[in-house]
């Protein structure tokens, strides 16, 4: 059984920064694409940002040059650096496989709001 458990969300500023954790179990996290989601209020789930296996990232055009996303296998690990961050960011924010997608964890909110 995979389980997925998100961190590090908050209320920000506009113009204000997050990190964001996400801790995978019961997976051979090192050899698994991985992506950070996020679903906003009324709107369907969308991928933000991915990982591969060999490091290689790729991000949703809304937030490229804002985010960066990162982990480290020796701590199962996911990572999503959110640097000037804007209202439409606005979303619980989930991790996940991006090819493998396992069971959502309860997610992390970000609101960012003055």
């Known amino acids: 059984q995979v389980q997925l458990v998100e961190s590090g969300g908050g209320l920000v500023q506009p113009g204000g920064s997050l990190r964001l954790s996400c801790v995978a179990s019961?997976?051979?996290?090192?050899?698994?694409?991985m992506g950070w989601y996020r679903q906003a209020p009324g709107k369907q789930r969308e991928l933000v940002a991915s990982?591969?296996?060999?490091?290689?990232?790729n991000y949703a055009d809304s937030v490229k040059g804002r985010f960066t996303i990162s982990r480290d296998n020796t701590k199962n690990t996911l990572y999503l650096q959110m640097n000037s961050l804007k209202p439409e960011d606005t979303a619980v924010y989930y991790c996940?496989?991006?090819?493998?997608?396992?069971?959502w964890g309860q997610g992390t909110q970000v609101t960012v709001s003055s």
């Open positions: 019961g997976m051979f996290f090192r050899i698994y694409a």
């Open positions: 996940n496989g991006r090819v493998a997608v396992y069971s």
């Open positions: 990982i591969g296996s060999d490091g290689s990232t």
